[in-house]
């Protein structure tokens, strides 16, 4: 069921349009969205050099190809191009227009320019330069979601070095598993910060950082809340963020196309963080497609995305720049002091793309909000959602309190830094659907033998190259890259979700593959799972993992749910559910047991910890299943591993 058409007039007012227009000036006409996209995973050169041209991305060397040969992995993009992703996200706009707002628990609120922000980073490039970085070298940070940190992410990318990222709510052991592997020279810090009303000490953290990694030669400090970064035998020689920023030496290192810009990390929570590198060229195409043509961002916007520097969206918010629009950081309890506090952020900056958790959304609904009624919101043309799924009845709530706004609903993932599926101006909005696959992304379902399938579900996977597609894994020899994404499909990228394809063209993401519910031969993917449960008014979160019987039975499938203030699990509400469950789904996915437990286990961008659960309950040591500190709440394991009898 379509809930919003395509607007009559988005050839004329949208960055979508705008690209048609340009696209038919030099003789490609595209009846629409379905016409284009064909094109867009069919002739990568056409498409490809389309998008570098019409967002102006400028090669000091030029390139002597495209995409010279489309196999995977190992696709070579733009050979011979130099460029700089910094450059292009420093030069759109002028001086005196904002380009940061900040919006933080820890201290007021800040704004730089763009003429500001230019200066800081020549600053904080000269700072590492003197520091002795250069290309190839990297810088990590364990930062909150502040200018200071996007300061120092244009910096080291404008001299070629690497950069990666934390967020100081993970503790020492999961830093040092990530940041240990990439073997950085400079690592910028916080001391603390505040988390709504809670101040957090993490200089205890930091020492064990810089500890754990022997290869850091200099710490800088960047203030931020009431704990100075005290010397210590780890830290010895720590310099201030107004001390690297003394000098200023404007300038961006011509790099290759593929050389390397950031490094981000898997959740770890399906074993060791893999290190996945991006490069340069990848991440700036991609990101001018997606925030141009998908996201709808043009000079002047503004976008608020909630996001911590330990996530990939800190990135493609980052990216907004490269469109001339101004970003918003948030940084604290998303929370805190109540549900509405984002919304009040939306208005107060007029942002026109604010970004939202599915379960944020989902939370404001049943709380009753109506936030367009309570704050201007007059400006906001889009509602990104992104994370996790979002059920049908999400899709109403958004359309009955934002009418107007388009909801852009995607999925993508850190391993190729931006959206695999999404919605934007050109595709109608269904609601409990995903528009379609993004334009350059030749996603697909797949059954077990390879063959692609509509109206079933099957393994997502992407048939032709993205430039964004990791450089590799790093210290890889490329084996480990090789069957994360290639050994299922050889030559096909398996991502790892299980997703149903319509004939329109739209799809529903079902959950993760590992995660898929088999009883009997039926195969059904959680997500379907809780949209029924989480309806239910005694439930307010789930938690489904199927623990398969190795001779071939049915196995057995739990469900946890936390209940609602006053809610009681009793043979009642079982009752409800298992009905419920019946009736929607199969009579296979009446659970076998039902648990009350205080809250679902989820990393800290809200995905649900399905797999680790599984594992736990199978008898796997906790320590050897995931970090607690990549958990949103490290005590929400504790119930999973009495249940399995280990301790917590």
Known sequence: ???????????????????????????HAFEGY???HRWSVTDLDGFWSSIKDFFGVRFPTPATAVVPDRRMPGTEWFPGATLNYAEHALSHRPDDEVAIIAYSQTRDRGELTWGQLRDQVARARAGLARLGVGRGDRVVAYLPNIPEAVVAYLAVASLGAIWASCAPEFGARSVVDRFGQIEPRVLLTVAGYRYGAKDVDRRAEVDAIRAGLPTVEHVVHVPYGGHELRRTQEITDVLG????????????????FAHPLCVLFSSGTTGK?????????????????????????????????????????????VSGLLT????????????YPDLAWQWRLAAETRATLMGASPGFLMACRKAGLDPAAEFDLSALRQLGAAGSPLPAEGFHWVRERFPGVLLNVGSGGTDVCSGIVQGSPLQPVRAGEISGPCLGVDAKAFDEHGASVVGELGELVITAPMPSMPVGFWGDSGERYRETYFSTYPGVWRHGD???????????????????????????????????????????????????????????????VVLRDGAELDDVVRGKIAAALR???????????????????????????????????????????????????????????ALAGGPA
Request: hydrophobic share 45%.
């Open 34 to 36: 379905a016409d284009l």
């Open 273 to 317: 963080p893999k290190a996945i590198v991006h490069g340069h060229g990848g991440i700036l195409l991609e990101h001018l497609k997606n925030h141009g043509l998908s996201w709808d961002l043009r000079p002047g916007d503004r976008i608020l995305w909630f996001s911590t520097t330990a996530w990939m969206m800190w990135n493609a918010l």
């Open 498 to 560: 299980w997703i149903r394809f319509t004939p329109e063209g739209s799809c529903v993401i079902a959950g993760r593959s590992d995660a898929t519910l088999n009883r009997g031969g039926v195969r059904l993917g959680t997500a379907e799972f809780y949209a029924v449960v989480e309806e239910l008014p005694e439930i307010e979160d789930s938690l489904v993992v199927h623990l398969e019987d190795p001779a071939g039975g049915n196995g057995d499938l739990r469900l946890f």
């Open 241 to 256: 963020w107004s001390d690297l920023l003394a000098e200023s030496a404007p300038g961006f290192e011509p790099v290759g």
């Open 324 to 335: 001339g629009a101004s970003i918003v950081l948030v940084d604290g309890n998303p929370l």
């Open 583 to 641: 009736g929607a789904l199969s009579p296979r996915h009446v659970p076998d047991a039902i648990t009350a437990v205080p809250a679902i286990p989820r990393n800290r961008t809200g995905k649900k910890l399905e797999l680790p659960v599984k594992k736990l309950l199978r008898g796997a040591p906790v320590d050897e299943v995931v970090g607690r500190d990549v958990l949103a709440d490290a005590a929400s394991l504790d119930p999973f591993v």
């Open 1 to 27: 069921m379509i809930l919003c058409p395509v607007a009559p007039d988005v050839r004329e007012t949208t960055e979508i349009g705008r690209y048609l227009k340009w696209l038919e000036d030099r003789g």
